[in-house]
């Protein structure tokens, strides 16, 4: 029987992080399960808080979204434990990619008996992400995000990629993949190790979070009514079909841009132009309890995933 940390932060999600987090202890030691909640004031007490519970074997449960889940993913890289995640967060959109369910029962379900998955991780700039960086049109549409708090959650990210479409506009990048220059005009530049973004977009539909590679996805040159299309069409992935859309795959990509352009990852700025993602695999991923995959009907527990091209470590 596994051992739990469930880590709530107060500062984010309010009163439902809090019930959510309690009643994901209870029905863990219903179980029959050691189970511990702490509810912290800052992300920097949550990573203390994990590195601790990592060095017990305790798997750690953040209970929040992606910003939650990016905060503590560096420390559990570092500390080789295990993540868990409750997500009840404003985008979910990591959770979303490994097939995490919503409903807190069956969150515990598969806490506890979910196969432990591996999964990748990108450093950059030294920092872990474990979703996505992106720049352009996207990282304006976090940024409007992070002001839209009036707002219902459901709401924001519509309305602030509308607005961020009404007022961008393309930009210069200069793009390396595994040491291959190109320069191109575009909206935006996604680098995913998650196929999911922006509350449930599926920006890159080929990336799996183990498959040790990163997507590159590029939104180029196009006009506005172009750009709402892609938008829209985002939601399926059926925007990779479209002539501005253009895809890579590398394990390190540089991006910087002419003028001053910041990146953000997983809903968060992480700062100006140029960065450098590096894709972490082997012995630097992060494995999750949560190993369900997806697919069609209901998601299942599962080892997950496909075996690795030879020469990967897993």
């Known amino acids: 029987m596994r051992s739990f940390h469930v880590?709530?932060?107060a500062a984010a999600g309010g009163s439902s992080t809090r019930q959510a987090g309690a009643s994901v202890v209870?029905?863990?030691?219903?179980?029959?399960?050691?189970?511990?909640?702490?509810?912290?004031?800052?992300a920097a007490n949550a990573c203390r808080l994990a590195a601790h519970a990592a060095r017990l074997n305790a798997v750690i449960v953040a209970v929040g979204g992606d910003g939650t889940v990016g905060s503590l993913a560096g420390m559990v890289v570092r500390e080789g434990g295990t993540l868990g995640l409750v997500p009840i967060g404003r985008g979910n959109d990591f959770a979303r990619q490994l097939g995490v369910p919503s409903g807190v029962p069956e969150v515990v379900r598969v806490l506890l008996d979910g196969q432990v998955k591996p999964v990748d991780v990108i450093d950059v700039n030294g920092q872990i992400v474990v979703g996505s960086v992106y720049a352009g049109i996207d990282?304006?549409?976090?940024?409007l995000v992070n002001r839209a708090h009036w707002l219902p959650s459901r709401l924001q990210y519509p309305f602030a990629a509308i607005r961020a479409i009404a007022t961008h506009r393309s930009t210069r990048y200069w793009i390396c993949v595994d040491g291959v220059d190109r320069v191109v005009e575009a909206h935006t530049v996604v680098v995913a190790n998650s196929g999911y973004y922006g509350s449930g977009m599926h920006v890159a539909p080929t990336a799996r979070a183990d498959d040790g590679l990163?997507?590159?996805?590029?939104?180029?040159?196009a006009g506005r009514l172009r750009l709402l299309k892609a938008l829209r069409m985002a939601y399926d992935g059926s925007h990779v079909t479209l002539d501005e859309v253009t895809e890579a795959t590398g394990r390190e990509i540089t991006i910087a841009s002419v003028g001053a352009l910041?990146?953000?990852?997983?809903?968060?700025?992480?700062?100006?132009?140029p960065v450098t993602a590096r894709m972490l695999a082997g012995p630097s991923r992060c494995s999750f309890p949560n190993a369900v995959r997806v697919g069609l009907g209901l998601p299942t527990c599962?080892?997950?995933g496909s075996s690795p091209p030879a020469g990967r470590h897993r």
Do not use: C, F, K, Q
Request: charged share 20%.
């Open 139 to 143: 990282s304006l549409t976090s940024e």
């Open 7 to 9: 880590l709530v932060n």
């Open 26 to 42: 209870r029905l863990l030691r219903e179980a029959g399960a050691d189970a511990v909640l702490s509810v912290t004031e800052s």
């Open 262 to 273: 910041a990146a953000y990852a997983d809903g968060d700025r992480i700062g100006a132009l």
């Open 302 to 304: 599962s080892s997950g």
């Open 214 to 221: 990163l997507n590159v996805v590029i939104i180029g040159e």
